[in-house]
């Protein structure tokens, strides 16, 4: 009689690089990466891009993500999107195209969980806020790279960091890989499908309010909306007329996403009920700001880089604030001689 097989089998890193070699030409391989800032001994079990991923799940960016704004100030409401949620989103729906397109499923899944963990408290409120501080303008892909390469210092791949830096489709030039394009798409699909479905709940638009087109094509916000899109994603950019090899969406697809987009900040991300009072949101954030400038002496010794300069100190220190701790913040310094207390807005579902 046979001996019967053992239950478990070692996959060790070695093993797990050699089955990247199955991968799609244009697909990052670990054992091939650019390397980290700091080398390292390889690790016996996981590939460079997955101790990467580990990394940012423990960093304290990717925690404070969950108290932090996506659209909508502190919606009195327990299913709103927040930065956590839709980078998780976003991670599912890198993964997905990673996966159909055969890429590396684990470096997009690193980009897509390290994204967003640059943004200020209230969104992109806080970018605008932030703006006259920084010569060129505040941008969180940056502010990103900043936490995983000096304040958190986690020493990632430069695969990795180059997608966080370049996720945004602001940023040029556009990611170096094609996992870290996947991410781009994804980080858009997400925010505009889930966004959808918030200004829904907000009462900010009606299910038939969606440009016709828009649902013609991708159908209602939520999975068929998703569904639809990492379709087109993936038809794209397996066409034969897309002679460049990148990570596009078809054609048509696209221009109906891009008529979703400009309805979308014209209907929810610009309206009164999503802006709701983003005059005050600036204004706290400004405020905090120049009283640490003032006060360099209340920055915390924890999480500081002091060799930057202090407007810099300042802004690492703000920056890293989640909605409720600047809230909080601001009413305790500012309580005595604000007039009114900064009061959260509240959008029920």
């Not at 891009?49 to 919606?75: C, G, M, S």
Request: charged share 25%; glycine share 6%.
């Amino acid at each position: 009689m046979a001996e019967p097989l053992p239950p478990f089998r070692l996959a060790a890193r070695a093993a797990r690089e050699r089955a990247e070699e199955s991968l799609a030409p244009a697909a990052a391989r670990s054992a091939s990466t650019r390397g980290r800032v700091r080398p390292e001994a390889e690790d016996e079990l996981r590939t460079a891009y997955e101790r990467d991923r580990d990394r940012i799940l423990h960093a304290k960016a990717f925690r404070r993500l969950k108290h932090k704004t996506q659209v909508f100030l502190h919606p009195d409401g327990d299913h709103f999107v927040t930065r956590l949620t839709h980078t998780l989103q976003v991670t599912q729906v890198a993964r997905a195209l990673a996966a159909a397109l055969s890429l590396n499923e684990t470096l997009a899944e690193a980009i897509a969980l390290a994204h967003d963990v640059g943004h200020s408290p209230f969104g992109h409120i806080g970018e605008e806020a932030l703006d006259p501080y920084v010569e060129g303008g505040w941008h969180h892909a940056a502010q990103g790279v900043r936490i995983v390469e000096v304040l958190e210092d986690l020493n990632l791949t430069w695969e990795v960091r180059d997608g966080v830096r370049a996720h945004s489709w602001k940023i040029t030039p556009p990611p170096s890989t094609r996992e870290g394009e996947c991410v781009r798409y994804a980080d858009r699909i997400g925010y505009l499908s889930h966004d959808a479905l918030d200004a829904v709940r907000a009462g900010v638009l009606q299910p038939g309010d969606l440009p016709a087109r828009t649902r013609a094509v991708f159908g209602d916000p939520g999975s068929e909306m998703v569904g639809a899109m990492i379709a087109a994603v993936v038809e794209g950019s397996l066409s034969p007329d897309n002679t460049g090899g990148a990570v596009v969406m078809r054609a048509d697809a696209l221009e109906a996403m891009h008529e979703l987009r400009t309805f979308m900040f014209e209907r929810v991300y610009e309206s009164d009920t999503a802006a709701g009072q983003k005059h005050v949101a600036i204004d706290v954030i400004r405020r905090l700001v120049d009283h640490h400038l003032t006060h360099p002496e209340l920055l915390p010794a924890s999480y500081r880089d002091t060799e930057a300069d202090p407007v810099t100190q300042v802004v690492d220190y703000v920056t890293g604030m989640t909605d409720r701790f600047a809230l909080a913040t601001h009413d305790r310094l500012f309580d005595d001689t604000a007039g009114t207390r900064m009061r959260p807005l509240l959008v029920t579902s």
